[in-house]
């Protein structure tokens, strides 16, 4: 499925989409893989369970499969579009994990853990008359999720705090859901007593919105796999994970070959 203008207007009206089917083929099945690398099941944890039968892992995970799967240039230029802006800057994510016994409730705004994820993404309060003041998240489900398996609820604009009207994303393997900091939604409780819920996700912004992100990763540029992943980028790319873009005044002889040591391959296009 690809994202499309009708994607943007079902996005602005509702405050999310769900996309069945955005990984597929042989994409998906490496991704699959890398994240039960990343992410281990319920079987390796049952007799050792994580506080709170859940556990989160922070960018980047050591998977190159997952960090390709963030170079989504489709996914990159419906982000253009939505916040009117060439030039977007990734916003770090994460991966989760929920096991059975996992509870949503308790936390948050109210019993059903309702919030925005603004709070924790941006120094600004939310603006619904400015969605460029706003990050897209996308929420990717490589494996299927059950009602019984701590689907988020996400509740569409219209309905405001409604927990009543809220949409729970069971769904296929590769669904995509992509929503704002500005969507209200709710974690759930995993009720299956086997199995485990994935969710690996991350953000996108205006990259002139330095006030904005849920984990800055300025601190990665020696982590191998970091380094790695960078290298296979072309100069456009690396713009998006906060790179100086082409022609900017950083970059002489000096400045490459020092760059070219740290990320293996940098000058391989003579990009810069």
Known sequence: MELTDAHLDE?????????????????????????????????????DPPPGRATLTEFPPPEMALLRGIVHHQAWAFAKKWFGSE?????????????????????????SALHLDNGNNSLLPPSDSARAFGQLVFWHHLEAVGEDQAPLRLIPKEHGRDMSKAVPLVCEAGTLCVFTNYTMHSASDYLRADGQRYTWGFGLGRADHYWEGFRHYTDKGQNPIFRE????????????????????????????????EQYPGWNARNEY
């Open 87 to 111: 030039h977007i800057h990734f916003r770090a994510g994460c991966m989760i994990a929920r096991y059975p016994g996992f509870t949503g409730g308790g936390t948050g705004s109210d019993a």
């Open 11 to 47: 996005l602005d009206q509702r405050g999310f989409i769900i996309l069945p089917g955005f990984r597929h083929g042989e994409d998906l099945k490496a991704m699959q893989q890398a994240q039960r690398r990343v992410l281990p099941s319920w079987d390796e944890v049952k007799d």
């Open 229 to 260: 992943f960078i290298s296979t980028l072309t100069a456009a790319e690396r713009e998006v994970f906060r790179f100086p873009p082409t022609g900017h005044a950083y970059y002489t002889p000096q400045t490459l070959a020092a760059l070219e």
